[in-house]
């Protein structure tokens, strides 16, 4: 069975920091896109950053690029999603999500979320 769990949300202030961690079972973690994303309340899902399968090159969101990294422990199967300079509108509900093949918005495995407030 697939599982991707995520951890490391909560609330932080603006200007501060937070480490996403998604911890990957049911799949060979190496050959799949792992990627993140993420909710705001009233507003649709939007990609944050991705990890492409096979050579795991990074994607950003332009609206992250500059503050957000995205990374993985192999070793782990865990997938991390460091955000630093966090602002008031990248609160939302961030998502793990996996794919066999590319990223993209409707991925083949989801996490269940971690809940990110940021306080201005």
């Known amino acids: 069975e697939v599982q991707l769990v995520e951890s490391g949300g909560g609330l932080v202030q603006a200007g501060g920091s937070l480490r996403l961690s998604c911890v990957a079972s049911?799949?060979?973690?190496?050959?799949?896109?792992i990627g993140w994303f993420r909710q705001a309340p009233g507003k649709e899902r939007e990609a944050v950053a991705c990890?492409?399968?096979?050579?795991?090159?990074?994607y950003l969101a332009d609206s992250v690029r500059d503050r957000f990294t995205i990374s993985s422990d192999n070793d782990k199967n865990t997938a991390y999603l460091h955000m630093n300079n966090l602002k008031p509108e990248d609160t939302a509900v961030y998502y793990c999500?996996?794919?066999?093949?590319?990223?993209?918005?409707?991925?083949?495995?989801w996490g269940k979320g971690t809940l990110v407030t940021v306080s201005s």
């Open positions: 990890l492409r399968r096979g050579d795991f090159s990074p």
């Open positions: 999500a996996a794919d066999a093949l590319v990223c993209h918005t409707v991925m083949d495995h």
């Open positions: 049911g799949f060979a973690f190496t050959t799949y896109a």
